[in-house]
């Protein structure tokens, strides 16, 4: 059953609506928006592009400028010696020149440019789909940023009710020392007390202060010192279908496996192209015309690995290794996850328990230290004696404030695992 926890409210924080505030789901939304990995989307499509416009190419009409000069010292020559036949033949130039434009126009190529297509994009998918992976640790480090100032700020609003208790009950008690009560000494007790709690508030200010400057560095903006931390509208999910981003990752791996299988395969189907040549030179195609000569040439042809000693086989077996490598590691990832929502689970069970604990020995602890309070005003109970106990009051409050922030930090931290958050 879908369980609904109302974490806003819970606490009343002085002047709260007199202060800024920010909820956890701005920050993870800032956090994800002032990523530098985000900006490599853009690098990775354009990318893509260009690699899918080269493969594409391969289907253009190639043009090829081709040139040469020579000089040869010895060439063809034919005589006849017999007086009867006076013919003679031309000599070759020994001096040779030519320039030429090759031209190649692909006819058929077995389907390899189309399953270069389909790699680069299984290619392109995955590593998208790693920013996703790597957004969403940034998304576990903010939330425990978000939680540690959140615990931090509701330590420092119960330190703050006990200061106020503390001097209050301090003016109570300089009236009984004035009256003769009271003792002296148990208002300088009261006194160190208060040192001791102020002290306390200063060092939350300071941990809080460094806990959020860093959170500013993952926001990408500047936080007021006094601005007051919301608690979130958190859900359980219904299913325990793991949505990580991870699990895509590695299904898209596996995919660029399988595409580079079928690449490989259409590697050694064969290639029908069509060719020509055009050009000037001497000698042209004639070798014993020794005056400049335009020539050209037309045809087709065919090219065909039809042996490879078995490399293309040996290809497919290592992509399939790795394929497994791949997954493996997404059923290693899957228990992993599986056993951390367990964790989390059993964390929220406990601390509904304590929490349960704390609310009875919460409203004891409220009688007892009234009690207290009213023996240390008539000088039946010392000031030393009336701090213990108040402290185990004070102590109680802040059990009680941990444990519903570790609660709601649970339930986050549960959605985080499952990648609803």
Not at 149 to 159: A, C, D, G, K, V
Not at 360 to 369: A, F, K
Request: charged letters at 25%; aromatic letters at 8%; glycine letters at 4%.
């Amino acid at each position: 059953m879908k369980q609904l926890f109302l974490i806003a409210g819970l606490f009343i924080f002085t002047g709260l609506l007199a202060q800024d505030s920010i909820r956890f789901e701005n920050c993870l939304e800032m956090a994800v928006e002032n990523s530098p990995r985000l900006k490599d989307r853009q690098a990775i499509n354009e990318e893509a592009s260009l690699e899918i416009e080269n493969i594409r190419s391969a289907w253009y009409p190639s043009l090829v400028l081709n040139g040469k000069v020579s000089y040869q010292s010895d060439v063809v020559s034919l005589e006849i010696s017999d007086p009867a036949f006076p013919f003679s033949f031309p000599e070759m130039p020994h001096e040779q020149f030519g320039i030429n434009i090759d031209l190649k126009q692909t006819i058929y190529d077995g389907g390899l440019s189309k399953q270069k297509k389909g790699y680069e994009q299984a290619t392109t998918a995955a590593a998208l789909q790693k920013i996703d992976v790597d957004i969403h640790s940034i998304k576990e480090q903010v939330s425990n940023l978000y939680f540690t100032i959140l615990l931090l700020q509701e330590n420092r609003n119960t330190l703050e009710i006990a200061l106020e208790n503390l001097k209050a009950r301090e003016k109570v008690l300089a009236s009984a020392v004035e009256n003769g009560i009271a003792e002296q000494s148990d208002q300088q007790v009261l006194a160190v007390e208060i040192l001791s709690v102020m002290q306390s508030l200063s060092e939350l200010d300071a941990a809080r202060l460094g806990a959020l400057q860093m959170l500013e560095v993952y926001m990408g903006v500047d936080l007021e010192d006094d601005i007051v931390f919301r608690m979130p509208y958190l859900e359980i999910p219904e299913s325990e279908e793991i949505l990580r981003p991870e699990m895509q990752l590695f299904d898209l791996q596996a995919r660029v496996f399988d595409a580079g299988k079928e690449l490989s395969s259409v590697k050694r189907l064969p290639q029908v192209f069509a060719f020509g040549q055009a050009g000037v030179g001497m000698p042209g195609y004639n070798m014993l015309n020794d005056q400049v000569d335009s020539y050209y040439m037309l045809g087709a042809g065919l090219q065909w690995n039809i042996w490879d000693w078995k490399t293309t086989k040996r290809d497919k077996q290592i992509l399939e290794q790795k394929k497994q490598v791949v997954l493996n590691a997404s059923e290693t990832f899957s228990m992993k996850i599986s056993a951390a929502s367990q964790k989390e689970i059993q964390n929220m069970h406990h601390f509904r328990n304590a929490l349960n604990l704390d609310d009875q020995m919460l409203e004891m602890r409220i009688g007892i230290t009234a009690n207290a309070a009213s023996k240390l005003d008539n000088g039946i109970l010392s000031a030393s004696d009336y701090l213990q106990i108040f402290n185990e009051e004070n102590r109680t409050r802040i059990g009680r404030s941990t444990h519903k922030i570790q609660l709601f930090k649970a339930i986050a931290n549960y959605n985080l695992i499952l990648g609803t958050l």
